[in-house]
T-cell receptor, first 113, second 113 residues
Framework: DAGITQSPRYKITETGRQVTLMCHQT?????MFWYRQDLGHGLRLIYY???????DKGEVPDGYVVSRSKTENFPLTLESATRSQTSVYFC????????????FGEGSWLTVV | SQKIEQNSEALNIQEGKTATLTCNYT??????LQWYRQDPGRGPVFLLL?????KEKRKERLKVTFDTTLKQSLFHITASQPADSATYLC????????????FGKGTTLSVSS
């Protein structure tokens, strides 16, 4: 089915572990985004990508790494997870950076213990 | 610094009434403003987009206004139903290359029957 999918949907990990959240879209959209959503903060942009091999930092990039070797995939890696990275992570995609609908995935719930 | 605020965290109304949600912003001149709906445990879903030169936009029972002088957008749901209960997010779209949407924290609407 066409759309945007995230995996895993739920993950519990230990402090210091590396974790990768996957995001896949089937529309061949140029832009992909990673947001985190926390109570009291709303959605905050972590990283985004305008095309394969082009990525840029958002509001809260520290502790995260992204890559985009293929247009359809945009994985987010927490190199050494901390408790403060416990959150819900949303991947999103759109064809144009402005004036366009953004399509969100269903979210990845990450708990760092 | 740029700031986007949604007037309240929660809004409770009776079925059949009109719900009005407010989004205010400062230090910003967005080209567009978007509204999204988010249900518990799900990703945000696009509802409406309004351009800076549009005063009002409608879609079925939804209406959005955009006042660039007041730096404010109002989101109305007429004849509200319990199924409209959700969190509604406004997002500023700067209309500039390389700048992603900036989201408000959301207003949680509860419609009681």
């Amino acid at each position: 089915d066409a759309g945007i999918t995230q995996s895993p949907r739920y993950k519990i990990t230990e402090t210091g572990r590396q974790v990768t959240l996957m995001c896949h879209q089937t529309w061949s959209h140029s832009y992909m985004f990673w947001y985190r959503q926390d109570l009291g903060h709303g959605l905050r942009l972590i990283y985004y990508s305008a095309a394969a091999d082009i990525t840029d930092k958002g509001e809260v990039p520290d502790g995260y790494v992204v890559s985009r070797s293929k247009t359809e995939n945009f994985p987010l890696t927490l190199e050494s997870a901390t408790r403060s990275q416990t959150s819900v992570y949303f991947c999103a995609t759109t064809g144009s950076i402005s004036g366009n609908t953004i399509y969100f995935g269903e979210g990845s719930w990450l708990t760092v213990v | 610094s740029q700031k986007i605020e949604q007037n309240s965290e929660a809004l409770n109304i009776q079925e059949g009434k009109t719900a009005t949600l407010t989004c205010n912003y400062t230090n910003y001149s967005p080209a567009y403003l978007q509204w999204y709906r988010q249900d518990p445990g799900r990703g945000p879903v696009f509802l409406l987009l309004i351009r800076e030169n549009e005063k009002e936009k409608r879609k079925e029972r939804l209406k959005v206004t955009f006042d660039t002088t007041l730096k404010q957008s109002l989101f109305h749901i007429t004849a509200s139903q319990p199924a409209d209960s959700a969190t509604y997010l406004c997002a500023l779209d700067p209309g500039q290359a390389g700048t992603a949407l900036i989201f408000g924290k959301g207003t949680t609407l509860s419609v009681s029957s």
